[in-house]
């Protein structure tokens, strides 16, 4: 048991390395700050947990990284310590229970609560009121030297000559840049905080001096003389000495009343013009901050309360409605940019038109938006109270951008009509679904082509380059080389690119048309289903679809699609032009395996396993799927609630017929 807890241990404070070297050394997260704090939080709760536990690579034992060593190195006087998190009310009321018991006194705790910049920790030392040192937070022992850098930044002063000043202060802050001079260098940034950290820490304090950075102030490390009785008194003080300090800085008694801000100051969160991750909450009175000291890697007087990383306020500007290459109509919000977990939002997925009317969601409304991983931002709810008493419904569109007008299919399961508004299926006659065929046509799982990316496609569609995919094929580079951001060499790159997209596999090409409900399971079905090019022109033309029902994994959803897609004379068209300038090869099969030249069928439910992925475990083995049962058929494999039928001709043509327990001890 104790193998396993410390094996376990082991990994975690292996992975916590690797990220707090992206996070602080490289400055380049690969992971959100959620995720990294409930990293620490798993690492800490081990280790109370199992006393034996221990390394000098902990979060208890470790704050940040070490410093570069492009700078020279400088020792903090007092530590640069990281704050201990909170998520929860309970841990809130932990923090203050924690307090009480080391002072051993029931008193009624005053905090100052002030915003979490979401930028890069530095320390600035004034020696009778000059600046001479700034200092990078480093590994919160000792920091990087990088004060002329930080000299380059108009909010830091140097020289203050107020008289109050003490002898010797290091005042501490966080260096960070606006969202709206962001916007004007974000090609060159993941996000805020990379761009502030990564100018912070050029060589050149020139290539620092270019970027638009900020520092706001929020306390003090040493002091030769403290004169100050509380926190907020401070914070006052370091703005008369021309430091800028937080317009929402505010002083609050009581857990409760904590929690209650927090929740309304999270709503309006994106007002300010800079990314905050949540509040910190200090004792406000620096006597009891100086007797509650530290724990090995955090003050015991201060916690930051974070805001949740998967989840923000913001308000929506507009509504456009997006045309995707099916047809389907998807409503999407414009909301003002911003930051949940690392990322900066501007735009939501409303989903559809049954969605804005159950949430009742206008322009102008503030909302709540979800991002959860990589899944798109969604609208969760509307914040009612700051509605305005002027807004109106939206009236979803029932014309689609083209002209055409939308429609609702009625589902013969459900028997009630679907949620999404479609633009009826015109093929390329709609331009919203003509430019989204075109983006699926070059994706990464059809035709593939490097450099000629979605914003490309949109590009020379309005240049009149592009109208239907077989136009890839005959670009005029001489023109591309001479666009902005182009050249010689970034049009011979596009060249080479399409010219080797020209080699493709069956399967690929027939996913590449973008017909409804056919996705790369169901093409490659078809594809051996049809064998090559040829067959699979002349299979439409002659009006065989409906064969395919008979196939294993297609259904009559399927063949209506195909259907309708082969009636419109503009698809046959371009599928006939594609097939003239691509060469379609069959798709390949393995040819080496323990089931080589064995066939399958399924019939019924399989059990723990997809039926694409029982056949994904055939193809591996070189074996074949067939679509109906024939004496080319080896095995039958039955699952749950197998079709009468198909088993009754098994057994009159002497096929094997196997159980899915049978079947899977083929692969042993």
């Given at each position: 048991?104790?193998?396993?807890?410390?094996?376990?241990?082991?990994?975690?404070?292996?992975?916590?390395?690797?990220?707090?070297?992206?996070?602080?050394?490289?400055?380049?997260?690969?992971?959100?700050?959620?995720?990294?704090?409930?990293?620490?939080?798993?690492?800490?709760?081990?280790?109370?947990?199992?006393?034996?536990?221990?390394?000098?690579?902990?979060?208890?034992?470790?704050?940040?990284?070490?410093?570069?060593?492009?700078?020279?190195?400088?020792?903090?006087?007092?530590?640069?310590?990281?704050?201990?998190?909170?998520?929860?009310?309970?841990?809130?009321?932990?923090?203050?229970?924690?307090?009480?018991?080391?002072?051993?006194?029931?008193?009624?705790?005053?905090?100052?609560?002030?915003?979490?910049?979401?930028?890069?920790?530095?320390?600035?030392?004034?020696?009778?009121?000059?600046?001479?040192?700034?200092?990078?937070?480093?590994?919160?022992?000792?920091?990087?030297?990088?004060?002329?850098?930080?000299?380059?930044?108009?909010?830091?002063?140097?020289?203050?000559?107020?008289?109050?000043?003490?002898?010797?202060?290091?005042?501490?802050?966080?260096?960070?840049?606006?969202?709206?001079?962001?916007?004007?260098?974000?090609?060159?940034?993941?996000?805020?905080?990379?761009?502030?950290?990564?100018?912070?820490?050029?060589?050149?304090?020139?290539?620092?001096?270019?970027?638009?950075?900020?520092?706001?102030?929020?306390?003090?490390?040493?002091?030769?003389?403290?004169?100050?009785?509380?926190?907020?008194?401070?914070?006052?003080?370091?703005?008369?000495?021309?430091?800028?300090?937080?317009?929402?800085?505010?002083?609050?008694?009581?857990?409760?009343?904590?929690?209650?801000?927090?929740?309304?100051?999270?709503?309006?969160?994106?007002?300010?013009?800079?990314?905050?991750?949540?509040?910190?909450?200090?004792?406000?009175?620096?006597?009891?901050?100086?007797?509650?000291?530290?724990?090995?890697?955090?003050?015991?007087?201060?916690?930051?309360?974070?805001?949740?990383?998967?989840?923000?306020?913001?308000?929506?500007?507009?509504?456009?409605?997006?045309?995707?290459?099916?047809?389907?109509?998807?409503?999407?919000?414009?909301?003002?940019?911003?930051?949940?977990?690392?990322?900066?939002?501007?735009?939501?997925?409303?989903?559809?038109?049954?969605?804005?009317?159950?949430?009742?969601?206008?322009?102008?409304?503030?909302?709540?938006?979800?991002?959860?991983?990589?899944?798109?931002?969604?609208?969760?709810?509307?914040?009612?109270?700051?509605?305005?008493?002027?807004?109106?419904?939206?009236?979803?569109?029932?014309?689609?951008?083209?002209?055409?007008?939308?429609?609702?299919?009625?589902?013969?399961?459900?028997?009630?009509?679907?949620?999404?508004?479609?633009?009826?299926?015109?093929?390329?006659?709609?331009?919203?679904?003509?430019?989204?065929?075109?983006?699926?046509?070059?994706?990464?799982?059809?035709?593939?082509?490097?450099?000629?990316?979605?914003?490309?496609?949109?590009?020379?569609?309005?240049?009149?380059?592009?109208?239907?995919?077989?136009?890839?094929?005959?670009?005029?580079?001489?023109?591309?080389?001479?666009?902005?951001?182009?050249?010689?060499?970034?049009?011979?790159?596009?060249?080479?690119?399409?010219?080797?997209?020209?080699?493709?596999?069956?399967?690929?090409?027939?996913?590449?048309?973008?017909?409804?409900?056919?996705?790369?399971?169901?093409?490659?079905?078809?594809?051996?289903?049809?064998?090559?090019?040829?067959?699979?022109?002349?299979?439409?033309?002659?009006?065989?679809?409906?064969?395919?029902?008979?196939i294993d994994g297609i259904g009559e959803t399927q063949v209506k699609s195909l259907e309708k897609f082969f009636q419109n004379k503009t698809n046959i068209k371009v599928v006939e032009k594609l097939s003239e300038i691509l060469n379609v090869k069959e798709?390949?099969?393995?040819?080496?395996?323990?089931?080589?030249?064995?066939?399958?069928?399924?019939?019924?439910?399989?059990?723990?396993?997809?039926?694409?992925?029982?056949?994904?475990?055939?193809?591996?083995?070189?074996?074949?799927?067939?679509?109906?049962?024939?004496?080319?058929?080896?095995?039958?494999?039955?699952?749950?609630?197998?079709?009468?039928?198909?088993?009754?001709?098994?057994?009159?043509?002497?096929?094997?017929?196997?159980?899915?327990?049978?079947?899977?001890?083929?692969?042993?």
């Open positions: 048991m104790n193998k396993e807890v410390e094996k376990k241990y082991k990994r975690k404070v292996k992975e916590f390395q690797k990220h707090n070297k992206l996070y602080y050394d490289k400055s380049t997260p690969v992971i959100s700050d959620r995720e990294f704090d409930k990293l620490k939080a798993d690492i800490i709760n081990l280790e109370k947990k199992y006393s034996f536990l221990s390394s000098a690579n902990s979060p208890t034992k470790s704050i940040g990284f070490k410093p570069s060593k492009n700078f020279e190195k400088f020792k903090h006087k007092v530590q640069m310590l990281s704050l201990s998190n909170a998520f929860e009310k309970e841990d809130l009321i932990n923090f203050e229970k924690k307090i009480l018991n080391y002072l051993n006194e029931k008193i009624a705790l005053e905090y100052s609560v002030e915003p979490k910049v979401d930028g890069i920790s530095a320390s600035l030392t004034y020696l009778n009121g000059n600046l001479t040192y700034g200092v990078s937070r480093g590994d919160g022992s000792e920091g990087e030297l990088i004060t002329n850098n930080l000299k380059t930044i108009r909010d830091i002063p140097h020289k203050i000559l107020k008289k109050n000043i003490p002898k010797e202060i290091e005042i501490r802050g966080e260096v960070f840049i606006e969202k709206k001079d962001f916007e004007k260098i974000k090609d060159n940034f993941a996000n805020p905080r990379n761009a502030a950290s990564g100018s912070l820490r050029q060589k050149d304090p020139k290539v620092t001096s270019k970027i638009p950075l900020k520092f706001i102030a929020y306390t003090f490390g040493f002091t030769s003389e403290n004169k100050f009785k509380n926190q907020s008194e401070f914070l006052n003080e370091l703005k008369s000495w021309g430091f800028l300090t937080s317009d929402y800085n505010k002083v609050i008694k009581g857990i409760d009343e904590l929690f209650t801000f927090h929740e309304q100051f999270e709503k309006k969160r994106f007002d300010l013009n800079y990314d905050i991750d949540g509040l910190v909450y200090k004792v406000n009175s620096l006597q009891l901050q100086k007797r509650l000291g530290f724990t090995s890697n955090a003050p015991r007087w201060a916690i930051a309360h974070k805001f949740s990383a998967d989840h923000a306020y913001s308000e929506i500007l507009n509504i456009d409605i997006q045309v995707g290459r099916t047809g389907a109509l998807t409503p999407v919000a414009k909301v003002k940019p911003v930051n949940i977990g690392g990322v900066v939002v501007s735009n939501a997925t409303l989903h559809n038109e049954d969605e804005i009317l159950r949430k009742d969601i206008r322009i102008g409304d503030t909302v709540k938006i979800e991002r959860a991983g990589d899944v798109i931002p969604h609208v969760l709810e509307v914040d009612i109270k700051k509605r305005d008493g002027k807004s109106e419904k939206f009236n979803f569109p029932k014309k689609c951008p083209c002209g055409f007008e939308t429609i609702k299919e009625f589902n013969k399961i459900t028997k009630k009509y679907d949620a999404v508004r479609r633009c009826p299926d015109k093929g390329f006659e709609c331009e919203k679904i003509a430019v989204e065929k075109i983006k699926h046509f070059i994706s990464k799982d059809a035709m593939n082509i490097d450099g000629l990316g979605k914003k490309v496609v949109e590009k020379f569609w309005d240049l009149k380059f592009i109208k239907f995919p077989q136009d890839i094929y005959n670009l005029d580079y001489q023109k591309i080389s001479s666009l902005d951001g182009w050249g010689s060499q970034s049009a011979s790159n596009l060249k080479f690119s399409i010219e080797n997209s020209k080699k493709v596999t069956l399967d690929k090409f027939i996913f590449s048309l973008g017909i409804r409900h056919i996705g790369i399971e169901n093409a490659k079905i078809i594809a051996d289903f049809t064998n090559n090019i040829k067959s699979f022109l002349n299979f439409f033309k002659k009006d065989k679809i409906k064969e395919l029902i008979n798709r390949e099969v393995k040819s080496k395996g323990k089931l080589k030249n064995v066939s399958f069928m399924f019939t019924g439910k399989l059990q723990n396993i997809s039926r694409a992925e029982a056949k994904s475990l055939i193809e591996e083995n070189a074996g074949s799927i067939v679509s109906s049962v024939t004496k080319k058929l080896d095995y039958l494999v039955t699952g749950e609630k197998p079709t009468n039928r198909k088993v009754e001709q098994a057994k009159n043509l002497g096929i094997k017929i196997l159980t899915q327990k049978e079947w899977s001890d083929l692969f042993n």
